[in-house]
């Protein structure tokens, strides 16, 4: 705990003031960067002297807002992870005389992991230190110009521009965001043919029905036998034989 407010005194000193001020430009050359997951942590965090008071939720969320705005920008073909840990800060307060007026501060430690390798780039952690940014504002010291928000907001933002600035000097010596084309997504495999079907058989020839017999004149029985012409006159003769005698 000494060792790190002995860094935190020497920081306020020796941290060079960042302008974070140039969101409207065109953003820097970062290759094929495309900003992944965006994770800040906070699980040591350590306030310095003759600071304001700030929690760990709020350091994560002001810090998770500055590099969406700055990295969102990027719109490479390969995606990258940063992991940030915000290990300390001093948010200058009030009540102190100008001439002992503290600067802000704030110190991070940042990983970059590149996702189709599945690796992290930096052998071990890019440790960053940044100040608030120098204006009429914090000239006289940010506790007597500046509200807690406002603070927070300058550093995170200049924090934000610091590694953008890493990343680019890496670029340059490493030939990061250099490394090839993104990872391809996975398309479907194609289904395969369906097999053709099989050719349909002929229906099975049946034999042909015989044509119905003709139909039977009036006053024949059904499945009686076809009458003979030459018949005609015997049967005329027969019924004048039964016709009954009285009518003679």
Known sequence: MPRLIVVCLFALALAACTDAGDLDAPPADLGDFHLGHNVVVAPKLFKGPFSREASKAEWIAVMKAAVDERFGRYEGTRLYHLGISVDGYVLAQPGIPVVAAPKSLLILNVNLWDDAAGRK???????ITVAESFSADTVVGSGLTLTRDEQ?????????????????????????????????????????????????????????????????????????????????????????????????
């Open 152 to 248: 927070m907001q300058n550093l995170a933002r200049n924090a934000a521009k610091q590694i953008e600035t890493w990343l680019r000097k890496e670029k340059r010596a490493k030939g990061w965001f250099d490394s090839g084309p993104a990872r391809k997504p996975r398309t479907p495999a194609k289904p395969a043919p369906e097999p053709a079907p099989a050719p349909e058989e002929p229906p099975a020839r049946t034999a042909p029905k015989p044509a119905p017999a003709p139909a039977a004149e009036a006053g024949e029985s059904p499945g009686a036998a076809p009458s003979d012409p030459a018949d005609a006159p015997r049967r005329r003769s027969q019924e004048a034989l039964d016709f009954p005698r009285a009518t003679q």
């Open 121 to 127: 780039l930096n052998p071990a952690p890019k440790r």
